[in-house]
């Protein structure tokens, strides 16, 4: 098998695009549900990904050959160019498909390139028009219907709607959800999950021992309120929105306030903002009735993406630029991959490529992130307040004035400079290479001139003004954008027709009418249409995309695993009712998450310890049943800011802008200049939790980078959680590794002054938040005596043994 | 567990079949030869697959392991092996000549004339300047492509193109593409390897070598020449290595009892085994890059007597012998930092380019005669240039320097069943764009790919709802007339 997708591609896509999630595959292997398929052929999950990847290239959006086109419901069901009808329903014999798939004639069977249909997919496609070949619109292009909460034999296992969801097709397969989760399990568990920090042995001692019915619906209230909480989760959306300090290229600059869009997050979803205002607010944060500081920071959503500030071609670069707003749009908020329908329209969602272009028309009036050397102007808001805000952009448009013709006299002398002091003058060693030659270039009228015309600049300068406030975001928009075109092939210089904001087809929605802006406007008003539509009750995909999310940030998975992508290539629900529920829920509970949270968290599904049963792991080792809560590896942050939590070094401060925390020069040297672009932050600023850490494209924090921390480029859905020797290497070798064993030894004799003992076991109760046994005090005196047989002193043994504690399973995973 | 939806489907497979439990899932995997090495965890029982065992390509392909020379900056193709004789006679007169650089797009220039003698070499007669006499000496086992194209004359977004295809940054870069999809023969070493110019990384660092969206473990390992040659790979002195085995041992039995709680988690197990396997690394990484088991007679003909050869001299002679041990794609710069640290001759072309070739001629020669010698010629592929190339003309009003030039270029391939003695593609009179077959970097990834063995076309991996490739979405062919 060559590659996995290329082996995928022939052999295993069809199973692929009814949903990986291994629907298909686990294909509850094979048995029992093979049964089930034949009797029942659903037409979503079974028949459109055939005819999308076997016929779509030729009687699909793009091309309807023949008169045939599969993504129309009347089409094949018609009259066909030939006269043939391509399906009649119950009719086997004279349904013109199924002939042209089977026949044994080469030049006639389709599909004419490639390989024939395989004898399952035949299959399939035959029981499918025996039954009638019901035609349904893909599953998540049709409106949320709030679903009945479904009956169960098990109504004691119930708690919440959730459940029932859950416990049905459990018991469908004859399957029993597993019992519940120790207590100790399940406070770290609600931990992790809402504020990604261990709880204290403390805490889950009482929380074990209590005998209040409620106390663990008071956990979870206490965790929702608890400011962790928008830290753990605002990483979540930072992963989703492509969150970077830094633009990338050649010189990688900063962002400069990049941190207050990171904080915007964490705040709001702290004070539990309601989701719909969430988006509105960073799709249109600065048009809002109501805009505030807070809402236009958020529109720094726009600039955190990559920005190539010396382009090969401009119009190329802008439109990049606009395509990272459309597809990181359109992946987090809607789950849509509309970026496929750039160059042409999408081959397998019925996605043209006017979607697209109508897409980018609503976000014209965001100029380009800036211009190399410029000041920000279109990407820093001045939230100074209106007052000095005046007096600084007086000052600065003065500035601005005389540089330019200072800039002129020098840049007409430079021309007659050698080429190597032309050089330098484009670098660093401009102010030298000007002070050494210039005036040798000018006249002495010119020189005069030059000279007055620097005194000017000097005296402004020297006018002191409190420093402005500044945000990073959508700043000086441009009122009356361009008409936007259709771009051949996606190239920028073939304009192709006009199009107007709208909505993607598959809604099947009018376009907007969007009035012409006022004589004051200060944007086209554009944005804010869209985000209307996006936050509206009605979007059958916004609702869906965020419960989605929010429920596979707690169980590991979304029940849609692509969790960007709802399409027909995206997998299909594995539990489409409870989806819809959960979407029905998100409206009814005001759009606020922490509610939905709850709902979760307090089901009997939330709550099942993650042991296996010979059973079930049997007929759905997938887990697609949730059967069991899944264990996962905590995230590269969760093991970042444990480690400080348990060293006793942690500190909580939040907000502001980034830190720093020490990177060895050997990552260093992989920089074109080593150490540029990182700063040196105090030790107490290096031990706060690492969603503060600066977010520098090309020089990703080695310790997270090895946790599958994701490539800050474009919006990450879910993280890889890859095991590799290297992350092993880092957790033994590194400095980082060296400092917080030296720290976690230093805590333990503080805290148990010379009792090995005791020292121990307080190392395994920060470590697993749990009491350790007495082998496991053993196994650490024993390993304790032996590192002292072969040399250590008590310091380095007690060093190397906190250490090996770091290094625990029990640490790293989560039941 | 946890999330494999699409762009995870990759690591998906590897857990499943790291003894997931899945036993349908696992056969189907092996009869498609998916799951053909299996080393045991530390525990001896559980099947550990690494997920970078290797993997059989398309079809066999020639090369086994690829050693990309990067020449950072830019080489200029008129004085290195694009020999125009007119641009010798027409040496400071302005002409009418299409540029685009780093200073911007122009119609006319002053001719710089190439600063070096070429001359032919070998039976086929290939022109070199005098910048390269020790690797004249191979051309016959040479083939260069003189009508090289690009899409940035700007080196951040060049760079990105020439290692990961695309401009712009989030794509997965060459050795990663390679690691996916041929994995490495030895787990003890990394698959991907980057060996950087003593002078710091190129433009935009560790972004050249990024794994993009890609699982880490497709990631490269920078590797040095001196001190720990793998970041953390030391144990730091003050432990010594009986108390490492003593501690890892006991943290392995801990792990073990932990394991034996939670029974049918192939990923504590594999953690366990990711232990063992950093170990072996500790042990056979500082030996596979340890020059002191070459011979003088070896070590000279890399030029590593001669303090101005001697640190690509090594580099050279490293990646030898991490070919040797299985290493897929190894990667050396020559020129790290800015300016005339690297290729990138704005200045002083004559004292720049006679750095950077006096530097590196030997060891490249002696690189390609030790592979020959040793029979690894034939299944390691060799690949030279930079970026991008240089214009004709020069840059200011005065000096040799000149500017970035996307429009046309000269690079080089050799070994691994690459046809060599031979020119392929040609600039115009003056070298300053491709008109003869222009070539474009993405035709280069896929002759790579295909001596690896792969068909560059279905070479893939499906993330943010495409099937993603090195080569891109549209169709390419490689380079035909390299393929012996």
Redesign the interface.
């Known amino acids: 098998?060559?590659?996995?997708?290329?082996?995928l591609?022939s052999?295993l896509l069809p199973a692929l695009l009814v949903g990986?999630?291994?629907v298909s595959?686990?294909a509850s292997?094979?048995v029992a549900a093979e049964a089930d398929a034949k009797s029942q052929v659903d037409f979503g999950r079974d028949v459109r990904p055939i005819l999308a990847k076997a016929c779509y290239h030729c009687h699909g959006p793009d091309k309807a050959e023949g008169g045939l086109n599969f993504t129309d419901a009347k089409s094949p069901f018609g009259e066909l160019d030939s006269g043939e009808r391509g399906i009649i329903p119950g009719d086997l014999e004279h349904s013109e498909i199924l002939n042209r798939i089977t026949t044994a004639d080469d030049s006639m069977r389709m599909p004419p390139e490639g390989k024939p249909l395989s004898q399952d997919q035949i299959t399939t496609l035959k029981a499918w028009i025996e039954q009638g070949a019901p035609w349904e619109s893909h599953w998540a292009f049709k409106p949320v219907q709030r679903p009945a909460v479904p009956d169960v034999t098990n109504k004691g296992w119930v708690k919440s709607p959730i459940d029932a969801f859950i416990l049905k097709k459990l018991e469908e397969k004859g399957l029993q959800p597993n019992e519940p989760a120790s207590k100790a399990a399940l406070i770290r568990r609600a931990y992790y999950d809402l504020v990604g920090l261990p709880p204290t042995l403390q805490e889950v001692n009482e929380f074990a021992n209590s005998s209040d019915p409620m106390a663990y619906e008071k956990l979870v209230d206490k965790l929702l309120a608890h400011p962790g909480y928008g830290e753990k989760w605002g990483r979540h959306w930072l992963d989703l929105v492509r969150y970077a300090e830094t633009n990338?290229?050649?010189?990688?600059a900063p962002k400069p306030n990049a941190w207050r869009y990171r904080d915007y997050v964490i705040k709001s979803l702290n004070d539990d903002k309601p989701y719909d205002q969430f988006v509105r607010e960073q799709i249109a944060g600065d048009e809002l009735k109501n805009a505030t500081d807070e809402t236009k920071i958020a529109t720094g959503y726009y600039r955190l993406g990559?920005w190539?500030d010396?382009?090969?071609?401009r119009k190329q670069a802008y439109y990049?630029e606009m395509d990272d707003t459309v597809?990181t749009t359109t992946?987090a908020f809607l789950g849509l991959?509309v970026?496929?329908a750039r160059?042409h329209d999408h081959k397998i969602?019925p996605i043209p490529q006017s979607d697209y272009y109508q897409m980018v028309a609503f976000f014209r009036d965001v100029r380009s992130y800036g211009a190399r050397g410029d000041k920000g102007e279109a990407n820093q808001i001045d939230i100074s307040g209106s007052d000095l805000s005046r007096k600084h952009m007086e000052r600065d448009r003065k500035i601005r004035q005389l540089s330019k013709r200072i800039k002129e006299i020098e840049q007409a002398a430079i021309?007659?400079?050698?080429?190597?002091i032309?050089?330098k003058t484009e670098?660093d060693e401009r102010d030298e290479a000007l002070r050494e030659h210039l005036r040798n270039h000018l006249n002495d009228e010119q020189w005069r001139k030059y000279e007055d015309l620097k005194t000017q600049r000097d005296r402004v300068k020297e006018q002191e003004l409190p420093p402005r406030v500044s945000a990073l975001g959508v700043a000086n928009c441009d009122v009356n954008p361009p008409e936007t075109h259709i771009l051949g092939r996606g190239n920028p210089h073939v304009e192709k027709e006009v199009v107007k904001p709208g909505y993607p087809d598959i809604y099947n929605m009018k376009d907007p009418e969007i009035p012409a802006p006022g004589k004051d406007a200060e944007t086209a008003g554009r944005r804010v249409v869209l985000a209307d539509w996006i936050a509206s009750p009605d979007n059958m995909l916004t609702t869906r995309v965020i419960a989605n999310r929010v429920w596979?940030f707690h169980f590991?998975?979304?029940i849609?695993?692509?969790?960007?992508?709802f399409?027909l290539?995206?997998?299909a629900p594995t539990h489409p009712e409870l989806l819809d529920w959960l979407a029905s829920e998100v409206v009814a509970k005001d759009w606020k998450l922490k509610a939905l949270h709850r709902e979760i968290m307090l089901s009997n599904a939330y709550q099942m310890s993650?042991?296996?049963n010979a059973k079930a792991?049997?007929m759905d080792?997938?887990?697609n049943l949730f059967w069991k809560f899944?264990?996962?590896?905590l995230t590269a942050e969760e093991i970042r800011d444990s480690m400080l939590v348990v060293a006793g070094v942690f500190n909580p401060k939040m907000y502001g802008p980034s830190i720093y925390p020490k990177i060895?020069d050997?990552?260093m040297?992989?920089?074109?200049?080593?150490g540029a672009g990182w700063g040196e932050s105090s030790e107490e600023d290096r031990n706060r939790r690492s969603i503060y850490i600066h977010v520098k494209?090309?020089?990703?924090s080695?310790l997270l980078?090895?946790f599958?921390y994701p490539?800050p480029?474009?919006s990450c859905?879910?993280r890889?959680?890859?095991?590799?020797?290297?992350?092993?290497?880092?957790m033994?070798?590194?400095d980082d590794l060296?400092d917080l064993s030296a720290k976690l030894a230093a805590r333990l004799q503080r805290e148990r002054p010379d009792d090995l003992q005791a020292q121990v076991r307080l190392a395994y109760e920060l470590i697993t938040s749990r009491r350790p046994n007495v082998?496991?005090i053993e196994?650490g005196l024993?390993?304790i005596d032996?590192?002292k047989a072969?040399?250590?002193n008590e310091d380095?043994a007690r060093q190397?043994f906190c250490?090996?504690a770091y290094?625990?399973?029990?640490f790293?995973?989560l039941? | 567990?946890?999330?494999?939806?699409?762009?995870?489907?990759?690591?998906?497979?590897w857990q499943a079949g790291a003894g997931?439990?899945?036993v349908?899932?696992t056969s189907?995997l092996s009869q498609?030869?998916?799951l053909n090495s299996q080393a045991k965890a530390a525990d001896g029982v559980t099947p550990y697959a690494n997920?970078l065992a290797p993997?059989?390509?398309?079809f066999p392909g020639k090369a086994k392991s690829v050693i990309f020379l990067f020449m950072y900056g830019g080489p200029s193709q008129v004085d290195t092996f694009d020999y125009k004789p007119e641009l010798f006679k027409l040496d400071g007169k302005t002409i009418p000549v299409k540029t685009?650089g780093?200073g911007g797009e122009k119609n006319e220039g002053r001719v710089v004339g190439p600063k070096w003698k070429f001359k032919q070499y070998g039976q086929s007669g290939q022109w070199v300047s005098e910048l390269f006499p020790h690797l004249a000496n191979h051309v016959d086992d040479i083939a260069f492509v003189k009508s090289m194209t690009a899409?940035?004359?700007?080196?951040?977004?060049?760079m990105?193109q020439m290692n990961s295809g695309k401009?712009?940054?989030?794509a997965p870069s060459m050795g990663s593409w390679i690691n996916?999809?041929l994995g490495t023969e030895n787990e003890n070493l990394?698959g991907y390897v980057v060996m950087?110019d003593p002078t710091?990384?190129?433009?935009?660092?560790?972004?050249n070598w990024?794994?993009?969206?890609m699982?880490?473990?497709y990631g490269a390992?920078?590797m040095?020449s001196k001190?720990?040659p793998?970041?953390?790979?030391?144990?730091?002195d003050?432990?010594?290595p009986?108390?490492?085995r003593?501690?890892l041992d006991?943290?392995a039995?801990?792990?073990q009892?932990?394991?034996l709680r939670?029974?049918?988690?192939s990923?504590?197990a594999?953690?366990?085994a990711?232990?063992e396997?950093?170990f072996?690394?500790?042990k056979h990484a500082p030996e596979a890059v340890d020059l002191s088991q070459e011979t003088e007679e070896t070590t000279k003909l890399y030029g590593l007597d001669n303090p101005r050869t001697n640190d690509f001299g090594k580099r050279c002679l490293m990646a030898r012998r991490l070919v040797e041990r299985g290493v897929r794609f190894i990667q050396l710069y020559s020129g790290?930092?800015?300016?005339d640290n690297n290729w990138d001759a704005?200045?002083?072309l004559f004292n720049n380019h006679s750095k950077h070739a006096y530097n590196t001629d030997q060891p490249i020669a002696g690189l390609i005669a030790d592979l020959k010698r040793r029979g690894l010629f034939d299944s390691t592929l060799i690949v030279w240039g930079g970026e991008f190339g240089r214009q004709p003309t020069?840059?200011?009003?005065?000096?040799t320097?000149r500017d970035h030039n996307?429009y046309g270029f000269t690079m080089w391939m050799a070994g691994g069943g690459i046809k060599g003695g031979q020119s392929v593609g040609a600039t115009d009179e003056l070298g300053a764009a491709a008109v003869e077959q222009p070539f474009h970097v993405k035709n280069l990834h896929a002759t790579m790919l295909h001596q690896l063995g792969?068909?560059p076309n279905?070479?893939?991996?499906?993330y943010?709802?495409?099937?993603q490739k090195l080569v891109g979405?549209e169709h390419v062919q490689p380079i035909k007339e390299l393929i012996s």
């Open positions: 098998m060559p590659t996995l997708r290329g082996q591609s052999r990986f999630s291994v595959w686990t292997l094979a990338s290229f050649e010189r990688d990559i190539d010396e382009p090969a071609d990049d597809a992946h991959t970026a496929c160059c969602d021309l007659k400079m050698p080429g190597e032309q050089r670098g596979q590991g998975r979304g849609v695993r692509s969790s960007n992508n399409g290539l995206g997998d993650s042991a296996t792991d049997g080792p997938q887990n899944d264990m996962r590896r060895s050997e990552v040297a992989g920089q074109s200049m080593p494209r090309s020089l990703l080695p980078a090895a599958d490539e480029d474009s859905e879910a890889f959680s890859t095991t590799q020797p290297t992350q092993a290497l880092g033994l070798n590194s060296q082998e496991e196994m024993t390993l032996k590192l072969e040399g250590a380095q190397l250490l090996a290094n625990l399973n029990e790293i995973f039941e | 567990m946890r999330n494999f939806c699409n762009r995870t489907r990759r690591e998906f497979l997931f439990g899945s349908a899932l189907l498609d030869g998916f997920p993997k059989p390509s398309h685009k780093r899409d940035s004359p700007i080196h951040g977004s060049a990105l401009i712009l940054g989030g996916y999809g990394p950087l710091g990384g190129p433009i935009s660092g560790a972004k990024s794994c993009g969206y699982p880490a473990t390992t920078v040095k001190g720990s793998i970041l953390d790979l030391n144990v730091p003050e432990i010594k009986q108390m490492q003593t501690l006991s943290l039995e801990m792990n009892s932990h394991q939670h029974p049918g988690n990923d504590l594999a953690r366990i990711s232990y396997l950093a072996n690394m500790q790290g930092h800015h300016n704005h200045g002083d020069a840059e200011y009003a005065e000096g320097g996307s792969f068909d279905k070479l893939s991996y499906f943010g709802g495409l099937d979405v």
